[in-house]
C-alpha cells in the first residue's frame, strides 16, 4: 500500500549546527568546512539518492554554507535572469522559526546562489535575494553584496562557499533566537532536485509553517549521530 504522505513530512526536523571559530577563513578557501557540518541524508526514508553534499557552521559574525556537486556530465546552466530553473542553492530562512503563520513574516527572507552567472564574463558566483510570495509584510530585500562568495568549477562538478554576516539576515540574534526556520533546495539540470525534509509537491516556498528548524549550538550534544550537525525528528505533523 502505497502513503499518502512522503515518509519525510511524517516528522518535524530539528538540526543542530555546529559554532565554528574563525569564520570565514581569511586566507585559502573561504569556509571549507569538514565533514562533521555535513546535513544529515535523509534519502533512507524515501529512497531518493542525494547529489549534493552541503554544510553549514556558524559563528557570531553570521552564517556560512558550502555547496558541493559532483558526477556531472553537463555545462553548468546558471543565468541571473532564470533563477527558478538554474543550477544552484536556495534558502529559505526565518530567524524566529515560526511554525504557526502559513505567510511569511518579516523575518522570512529567500535567497539564491549559483556558482556562475556573476561578473563581466558571467563566470563568478552570484547571489540573490528575492521576495517571499505571499508575505503578511512587505520588506526591503536583503543586501546581497554583504555575501561573500567563493566557487570552483570543475569537469564534473563544482563547489561553492557562501558567507553571510549577521547583517544580512533580518533579526538576526544567535542568543536570543538560537533556532532559525529553514529550507533548502538545490536544483540541477542533470540530477534533478534536492530538497530538505519535503518536495515540491507541498507549498513551502510561500508557506513558513513547512520550514524545518536549525538550532545554533556550542559545543558536542551527546545525541549527535552525523558529526557536528544532526537531525532530531519529532512525530509532531
Given amino acids: 500500500m502505497s502513503s499518502l504522505l512522503p515518509p519525510r513530512f511524517l516528522f518535524r526536523w530539528s538540526f543542530l549546527i555546529q559554532k565554528m571559530n574563525p569564520l570565514p577563513n581569511s586566507t585559502g578557501r573561504l569556509l571549507g568546512l569538514p565533514a562533521c557540518c555535513r ?13 549534493a553534499d552541503l554544510r553549514m557552521a556558524w559563528s557570531e559574525a553570521g552564517i556560512g554554507l558550502s555547496l558541493e556537486v559532483r558526477g556531472r556530465t553537463r555545462p553548468l546552466e546558471c543565468s541571473i535572469s532564470a533563477p527558478r530553473t538554474s543550477d544552484g542553492l536556495h534558502l529559505w530562512i526565518d530567524t524566529r522559526n515560526t511554525h504557526t503563520v502559513h505567510r ?5 527572507q529567500q535567497f539564491s546562489l549559483f556558482p556562475v552567472g556573476g561578473g563581466p564574463n558571467a563566470m563568478e558566483p552570484v547571489a540573490l535575494a528575492q521576495p517571499l510570495a505571499r508575505s503578511r509584510e512587505e520588506s526591503e ?16 562538478g563544482y563547489w561553492l562557499d557562501a558567507w553571510f554576516p ?13 533556532r532559525l526556520g529553514f ?15 519535503i518536495g515540491k509537491e507541498f507549498p513551502y516556498e510561500s508557506d513558513p509553517s513547512l520550514w524545518q528548524t536549525i538550532e545554533l549550538v556550542e559545543g558536542w550534544r551527546p545525541r549527535q549521530r552525523h558529526g557536528s550537525l544532526c537531525a532530531d525528528a519529532d512525530a509532531s505533523r
Fill in 39 to 51: 546535513f544529515p541524508s535523509l534519502e533512507e526514508l524515501d529512497k531518493s539518492p542525494d547529489f
Fill in 141 to 156: 530585500l536583503a543586501d546581497v553584496s554583504l555575501i561573500r562568495l567563493q566557487s570552483e568549477i570543475h569537469k564534473d
Fill in 166 to 178: 549577521a547583517s544580512v539576515f533580518v533579526g538576526f540574534d544567535h542568543l536570543q533566537h538560537p
Fill in 183 to 197: 529550507q533548502y533546495l538545490v536544483r540541477d539540470a542533470q540530477f534533478g532536485e534536492q530538497g530538505f525534509a
Fill in 104 to 108: 511569511a513574516t518579516k523575518f522570512c
